[in-house]
Every structure is written in structure tokens, then in C-alpha cells.
């Protein structure tokens, strides 16, 4: 049974500073993994989907990788800002089930 | 396009009262499927549907379901609300089951039952 685990489960960083989110997984057949954002009381919006033939995707200030025989990902958020404070969810995928982790919740300060 | 949309966004049920969730996507994806997340414990996949009149289990099936009569629509129905059902219901939709395609989420319908 896949399981997915993100460390930490909370994370305090000021503003400007680089940071790494961490995402594991215990089975390595997937087809992608995904990385969502949720603000409080909200929906999940789509920030990267990493198929399993790659090992990274690169939007704006985000970069997330994947390492398939290690069952890990992160996701690296560059020069944080108080609007990236959410929570953030990484999922795999695999024959038509989405596992997801419990998350990450990120805070921001300025 | 509207993308995912749910309805209601909230609601209070009595243990033992049925109601239904309703999931709509306007943008002709062939994969839907239904969430619910509970604290700490992520979300956690109830049922999905690779297309119309195709509908299957997920890892939390019990007390739940779903039919799919067209590509739009992906009801969730409660058939005897119990306690162990208050959470947050998502309803999610890709263009097709292959893993090739980012899944969309609906806002979420947050459901009490007392």
C-alpha cells in the first residue's frame, strides 16, 4: 500500500529566505507526482506535476524534483513572501489512485 | 469555463439522514473522483469514475455512492450520515486516467453530522 509522508509538518521561516519541502513515498511505480497549495478553508490549487520519466519542473519561484528509486521529492520555494504562507500537499498517482501526504503548513513572516 | 464547482459548500446532517454532494466539470475531462480530507490524516480517495456509466471504489468506499450518467456531472451520495462522515468533501477531475494530466479540485463542500 502506498504511503506518503512530509516532513516537517509545519515549517516558520522569515521573509526572502530559500526553502525545501520534503515529500517521501514507499512504493516507486508511479506515473507523477503532484504538488498542491491549500489556504486555509479553500480548495487544492495545482502548483507542479512531475511525470514519472522526469526529475524536475520549474515554475517562477518554485522548482520541484523527483527521485523515483529513492521515493522522494521536494519542493524548493525561492525568496519566500508572506502570500506563499498555506499549506502544501504533495500526491502520487498510480493506476487511477491519488495518495496524498498530510502535508506541510508553511508560514511566512515578514 | 467554471472548472470544478460543488455544491453545497456547507452542511449539517442528523445521523441517519441521506443527502447528495454534487460535483460539475465543464471542461470534458474524462477521469472525476471524490476526496475527503480529516485533519492530519491528508486526503483520502472514496470513489472515482474514468467515464461515463464507470464508476469504482477507492481506498474509503464504505458508506458512500457514486454514479456517473454523464461526462459533467459526479454525484456523492451519503446513503445514512454517521458521525464518522463530518469532513471535507472535494471533488477533483483530469482530462484522462493515463497519470499524464494535473487533476483540478473543486472549493470543497465542509459536511457536519450530528
Known amino acids: ?110 | 469555463n467554471a472548472g470544478v464547482t460543488q455544491t453545497p459548500k456547507f452542511q449539517v446532517l442528523k445521523t441517519g439522514q441521506s443527502m447528495t454532494l454534487q460535483c460539475a466539470q465543464d471542461m470534458n475531462h474524462e477521469y472525476m473522483s471524490w476526496y475527503r480530507q480529516d485533519p492530519g490524516m491528508g486526503l483520502r480517495l472514496i470513489h472515482y469514475s474514468v467515464g461515463a456509466g464507470i464508476t469504482d471504489q477507492g481506498e474509503v468506499p464504505n458508506g458512500y455512492n457514486v454514479s456517473r450518467s454523464t461526462t459533467e456531472d459526479f454525484p456523492l451520495r451519503l446513503l445514512s450520515a454517521a458521525p464518522s462522515q463530518t469532513s471535507v468533501y472535494f471533488c477533483a477531475s483530469s482530462y484522462s486516467r493515463s497519470g499524464s494530466y494535473e487533476q483540478y479540485f473543486g472549493p470543497g463542500t465542509r459536511l457536519t453530522v450530528t
Open chain 1, 1 to 110: 500500500k502506498q504511503e506518503v509522508t512530509q516532513i516537517p509538518a509545519a515549517l516558520s521561516v522569515p521573509e526572502g529566505e530559500n526553502l525545501v519541502l520534503n515529500c517521501s513515498f514507499t512504493d516507486s511505480a508511479i506515473y507523477n507526482l503532484q504538488w498542491f497549495r491549500q489556504d486555509p478553508g479553500k480548495g487544492l490549487t495545482s502548483l507542479l506535476l512531475i511525470q514519472s520519466s522526469q526529475r524536475e519542473q520549474t515554475s517562477g519561484r518554485l522548482n520541484a524534483s523527483l527521485d523515483k528509486s529513492s521515493g522522494r521529492s521536494t519542493l524548493y520555494i525561492a525568496a519566500s513572501q508572506p502570500g506563499d504562507s498555506a499549506t502544501y500537499l504533495c500526491a502520487v498517482y498510480n493506476n487511477n489512485d491519488m495518495r496524498f501526504g498530510a502535508g506541510t503548513r508553511l508560514t511566512v513572516k515578514p
